[in-house]
């Protein structure tokens, strides 16, 4: 416990420090630090997933990742301001970007593929193809949402339905739980922890809405709250799957009593692209 308390606090250093500089400085940091974060992530899942353990295919998967960030970031922020017509002009160009970029990628996978033939299924070529992309627009509605006005507000709410949410699961779980929630893919989460955690979130949803003045986005939030908690708990249990058929305890061992990079925010890359639809929709 005490690993996971120090790993954790020097985590939301390093995170609250990349924020203030990219608020400060330079938002391309903020946005540059979430694409090593997703590449990382994608790291993982080709070698520890797949158990593709070959330089090449992490670094290209890596390379291709980041900059899929970066054109899926200029994408999605600019859907705000779509009134615009230089912004419509430079989505569109990273639009067409994404393409050509998603399309080279696909062949050079395949050239790839064909090379190594020995090493792959089916399976192996699905996440080396696929997962990218995937992680790539989930952590780049991340960045799209925290350079908005208020996006420190939503990153707040993203971090509340994913990581508070999960960690009052786990105390109310430990200390009350004892139906099972979903005992073949993960025997310690309880229907009564689950509960627990979605109640400790709408209090937070409460607290941060209110010391951000936002009181028109009071009870949105609050009612959001359950449903993107459960987002949340399906994107956990579902990395839990993931891990179960890949014969994996952990999808890494980055960060010292936590795992890898996707055991911390698997459940925020569900979230995270259902709460930016929903910015998207007017909805909060």
């Known amino acids: 416990m005490k690993k996971r308390i120090i790993s954790g606090a020097v985590m939301t250093a390093i995170t609250t420090l990349i924020l203030i500089l990219g608020l400060k400085v330079q938002t391309q940091i903020i946005t540059a630090f979430i694409a090593i974060v997703a590449a990382l992530g994608v790291v993982e899942l080709i070698g ?3 158990k593709l353990e070959n330089m090449a295919f992490k670094l290209v998967s890596a390379v291709y990742t980041v900059v899929m960030v970066f054109l899926f970031s200029i994408i999605t922020q600019n859907i705000f301001q779509l009134n615009c017509s230089e912004h419509s002009i430079v989505e569109i160009r990273a ?4 393409v050509i970029t998603s399309v080279l990628y696909v062949i050079v996978c395949g050239v790839l593929t064909i090379i190594y033939e020995e090493q792959f299924d089916l399976s192996k070529i699905t996440v080396l193809c696929g997962m990218p992309i995937i992680l790539s627009f989930a952590f780049s509605t991340i ?3 925290v350079l ?8 707040l709410l993203v971090l509340n339905f994913s990581c508070i949410c999960d960690i009052g699961a786990y105390f109310v779980g430990t200390n009350l739980g004892k139906t099972k929630l979903c005992p073949k893919i993960s025997p310690n989460k309880t229907v009564e922890g689950a509960l627990g955690g979605i109640v400790v979130s709408v209090v937070a949803s409460l607290i941060i809405t209110l010391c951000f003045g936002y009181f028109n986005k009071l009870l949105p939030a609050l009612l959001l ?5 459960a987002a949340g708990m399906v994107g956990d249990l579902f990395a839990s799957v993931i891990k179960r058929k890949s014969d994996l305890k952990d999808f890494g061992n980055l960060i010292p009593g936590h795992g890898g990079i996707l055991d911390r925010l698997d459940s925020m890359l569900f979230v995270a692209p259902l709460l930016y639809c929903l910015l998207i929709l007017g909805v909060i």
């Open 48 to 50: 520890n997933v797949a």
């Open 95 to 98: 639009l067409v970007a994404a």
């Open 143 to 145: 960045s799209s949402m």
């Open 148 to 155: 908005l006005t208020g996006g420190i507000y939503y990153l």
């Open 225 to 229: 709250t359950i449903p993107l908690c």
